[in-house]
């Protein structure tokens, strides 16, 4: 049985939240469903949401802000939010069978981007905000037959931002998962944004059957909706945006698995959290494991997988 929380424990939770609040830079409001926190430094402004320990916004000095944020997204219990940096774990899409071994369904992308996280701390170096955030089994991933597991999610933000996802199978047998940083980028015009780094690479189109294909093109154009896991590659990818005279560059570390997608104007016109237009604001890059690169980890063994975003003007 899932067990719900009473307003008494949640207020002293939220209580001791407010206690890492940092005045003028690191602002926490529970005053609504989801507790938000909000990020002012000399460097940058960001928000994000405890549930799925979700960033929702970063914007460096003297740059548009980064990530796109549906404007129909859904803030409440236990749904996604759509657009930011959804933590998918620890399966990624539908449940597949490695990852599931005779267990029920479950979410897609898995449960961690909807489940509560714990905020561990907050602390200024350097004129960054540094923010750790955890998660362990509850009754929903005890469900899903993940019962013994940490997650922990270190957040740098300054003039660059850094996401660290660590895993820890606090458990006596392996933990198999697969895990995605599904950052969705905000560009002013989807077709017209050139993506650079993965020519040559081979990926599974989900658009087409899952046929495993290579990328002929140095710089990828989002044609209609684009769908792509490149397994077995650990590229810097680069994002141009000519509308916005920026680039944003994405490069990660101990992650096989990059992903790109677009839903394009069909797919967005199902999707009740989305605008009409929303896809033409967006493309996601996403630092993963998956599919063949999923992870096993051995009782007692961590990994960790982090991205990193860096944005520049040009001309
Ligand atoms: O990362 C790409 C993807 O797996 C797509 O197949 C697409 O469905 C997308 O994620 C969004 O998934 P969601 O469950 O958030 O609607």
Redesign the pocket.
Known sequence: MIEKQTDEQTDEQNAGIKKLEIPGIFAIDASNELVKATVTTKLCEAEIYLQGAHLTQWQPLGHEPVLFLSERSSFTKGK?I?GGV?IIFPW??ARTATTSSNRTDGP??GFARTADWQLLSARMDNEQLILSLSLEANETSKALGFDQFRLTYRLILGSELTMELTVENLSATTLEFAE?L?TYFLVSDAPEAQISGLGGSLYYD?TDHFKQKRQEEAVLALVGET?RPYTSNAATVLLTDPVLKRQIEVSKSNSQTT?V?N?GANLTAK?ADMEPDGWQKMV?I?AANALENAITLAPGAQHTMSSQVVVTSCV
């Open positions: 996604a759509r959804p990624f899409g897609a992308h995605a599904h989900k769908d992903v997608w839903p999707m996601c996403e």
